[in-house]
């Protein structure tokens, strides 16, 4: 299994910037990818952002062009730098690595993030 660790989150302005790490641990010769997804109260999880470990990169829509990850294999951490931060996207934000064959599939405990005025 892989456990994951994540940080960052907090309360900010519109507007406003935060950056979310999230560092891996455990059987991770195995993830295939790592990506973030976001929850809001009374809203199903969805994708936000993803990275595969041949460096290919999926952003949800309405992320694109504010929000970019990144991966440090050397650190076994991704990364979720978010800017422009508008009050839809507060939710909990949560880790998730996957393996190639999907018999991994491992979260993150999740970090609030809430934005606004």
């Known amino acids: 299994q892989v456990q994951l660790v994540e940080s960052g989150g907090g309360s900010v302005q519109p507007g406003g910037s935060q950056r979310l790490s999230c560092a891996a641990s455990g059987s991770i010769f195995n993830v295939y990818l790592m990506g973030w997804y976001r929850q809001a109260p009374g809203k199903q999880r969805e994708l936000v952002a993803r990275v595969f470990n041949d460096g290919r990169i999926e952003y949800a829509d309405s992320v694109k062009g504010r929000f970019t990850i990144s991966r440090d294999n050397a650190k076994n951490t991704v990364y979720l730098q978010m800017n422009s931060l508008k009050p839809e996207d507060t939710g909990v934000y949560l880790c998730?690595?996957?393996?190639?064959?999907?018999?991994?599939?491992?979260w993150g405990q999740g970090t609030q993030v809430t934005v606004s005025s």
């Open positions: 998730n690595v996957k393996s190639r064959d999907g018999r991994l599939d491992s």
